[in-house]
């Protein structure tokens, strides 16, 4: 994906966020380490079926950006290897996956039914995510309005 070199999508939070994770694979990668706990390459490349050049490319990307930190471990006997251990800024991301999962949930149905059900960790009961105004009332999508914010650049 190419660098951002227009001012106007410079400023832009979506355009900034998918120069990152708008790369194949990115958000799958995310996806098993924050959904499945994975953080070893081995296991990334079991789970995908990503070829271990995309992978190496990848998970430096997202190290590079701060959602995933190298760490090294050792098995008994074996080498020493590093692991991808999410950050703040990838645990932060587990709404947006699952605004992702919930949209193809409703738009690009499997047949199948979801394959991540969101829950409260302590009751078990399911979880989804909405918009909240100031005083805690959740707003339907079409009473949210989105509005310029001081970042914007107006093209005129």
């Known amino acids: 994906m190419p660098q951002i070199t227009d001012a106007t999508t410079e400023r832009c939070s979506i355009a900034r966020s998918l120069e990152v994770l708008?790369?194949?694979?990115?958000?799958?990668?995310?996806?098993?380490?924050?959904?499945?706990?994975?953080?070893?390459?081995?296991?990334?490349?079991?789970?995908?079926?990503?070829?271990?050049?995309?992978?190496?490319?990848?998970?430096?990307?997202?190290?590079?950006?701060?959602?995933?930190?190298?760490?090294?471990?050792?098995?008994?006997?074996?080498?020493?290897?590093?692991?991808?251990?999410?950050?703040?800024?990838?645990?932060?991301?587990?709404?947006?996956?699952?605004?992702?999962?919930?949209?193809?949930?409703?738009?690009?149905p499997s047949g199948f039914g979801p394959a991540a059900l969101y829950t409260d960790r302590r009751t078990g009961e399911p979880v989804r995510l909405a918009f909240v105004d100031a005083d805690g009332r959740e707003l339907p999508a079409d009473e949210v309005e989105v509005v310029a914010g001081p970042g914007f650049l107006s093209g005129d």
Do not use: Q
Request: no cysteine; hydrophobic share 45%.
């Open 22 to 108: 708008g790369h194949k694979w990115s958000l799958l990668i995310v996806r098993e380490a924050t959904l499945r706990g994975r953080s070893r390459f081995a296991d990334f490349r079991a789970a995908l079926g990503i070829a271990p050049d995309v992978l190496t490319d990848r998970l430096t990307r997202l190290v590079d950006a701060g959602i995933l930190d190298r760490r090294p471990y050792r098995e008994a006997g074996e080498r020493e290897r590093v692991e991808y251990v999410l950050t703040e800024a990838g645990r932060a991301l587990l709404p947006v996956l699952g605004a992702i999962s919930a949209w193809g949930d409703v738009h690009r």
